[in-house]
């Protein structure tokens, strides 16, 4: 564990740097399309696709049980989202939002975490940092905390906490994203 706090958590290298070359070709190549593209602030997009690894799904559940029990949250959820594989090209970002507003009215159930997995190595693409509300102020007065990760790590928060991923301005960002879900907030 590297950073235990109330409000989020980096786990190093939860996947080396072969396994995660290994995951990006096989979203490529077996990836399911989302019909859908995601649609960021501004309308910006993003494209994405659902893997089915199970193995990936056991190492990342793996990884939010320890956090959440580390991190002192325990959350009541349920089930992992299907995983996506997400690649934000120059001019792609997600502005600031809350995974939280996600919620299955029919099932009850709401967004508890949020994991994302960088899959590319910091040097393949120029972008700021992800940045998460909360922290305390740098020396600008900035209250956001900028959260670098490298090829491998696994970010993992609460769903309630809301985040951005900047701009990308220049190369490809490759990405692992999902939530787990469970009973409504209560």
Request: include cysteine; charge should be negative; hydrophobic fraction near 35%.
């Amino acid at each position: 564990m590297l950073n235990s706090t109330w409000y989020w958590n980096v786990y190093k290298t939860i996947f080396d740097q072969d396994t995660c070359d290994q995951l990006v070709e096989d979203a490529y190549e077996n990836g399911i399309a989302i019909t859908d593209k995601e649609i960021g602030a501004d309308g910006e997009f993003f494209e994405s696709k659902i893997i089915n690894d199970q193995s990936v799904y056991q190492s990342i559940n793996e990884k939010i049980n320890l956090a959440n029990t580390e991190c002192f949250w325990n959350f009541d959820y349920t089930s992992l989202e299907a995983i996506k594989f997400v690649e934000m090209n120059v001019g792609h970002y997600c502005d600031w939002h809350l995974d939280s507003s996600h919620i299955n009215k029919e099932l009850g159930e709401s967004r508890k975490h949020t994991i994302i997995v960088m899959l590319s190595d910091p040097s393949e693409f120029e972008a700021e940092p992800l940045a998460i509300i909360g922290g305390l102020p740098n020396q600008d007065g900035d209250w956001n905390t900028h959260v670098p990760l490298e090829k491998g790590d696994m970010l993992i928060l609460p769903a309630c906490v809301p985040y951005k991923l900047n701009v990308v301005q220049d190369g490809l960002e490759k990405l692992l994203i999902t939530h787990t879900v469970g009973p409504a907030w209560r």
